[in-house]
């Protein structure tokens, strides 16, 4: 009985991870939504990682090329796979691996969002701030747009 259990467990996982993918803590989470007093989770968690099809690795890297596409920066999208699990080692390694000019997309966003307008007005300006503040970007990459 407890196999079919497992089994179950892992054909819901592997559907879960035919739609994107996850990292090992947010299909933790889901599994234990579905299946509160399994305690086969994490080893078909492992047996999945074995097996690779799922993978921390692999979704940093999707989640990074997503989240650059949509404009964040590097403080937001370091803290957002922190949330999701994903160890600083990990973090790291994706960063380098993608060599993003980050001055260059902030300076994208900032003219997508901003152009025309005319920033030489200190409320603007400050708006401007804030708004590339919340997208994850460093004062250092703001400071450059001025």
Not at 94 to 112: G, P, S
Request: with cysteine; hydrophobic share 40%; net charge positive.
């Amino acid at each position: 009985m407890a196999e079919v259990f497992k089994k179950h467990i892992r054909l819901k996982a592997m559907d879960f991870l035919a739609r994107r993918e996850y990292s090992r803590q947010e299909l933790r989470l889901k599994l234990f939504q579905r299946f509160p007093e399994s305690a086969d989770i994490d080893q078909v968690l492992d047996e999945l990682m074995l097996d690779g099809l799922q993978s921390d690795a692999r979704f940093a890297d999707s989640f990074f090329r997503l989240r650059v596409n949509a404009g964040y920066g590097p403080q937001y999208i370091k803290a957002e796979l922190h949330q999701r699990g994903i160890e600083d080692t990990l973090i790291a390694g994706v960063f380098a691996a993608q060599d993003i000019d980050w001055r260059v997309a902030a300076k994208q966003l900032f003219e997508k969002k901003y152009a025309g307008q005319d920033i030489s007005d200190a409320k603007v300006r400050a708006k401007c701030m804030r708004y590339m503040q919340y997208k994850g970007y460093s004062f250092d990459h703001i400071r450059g747009l001025f």
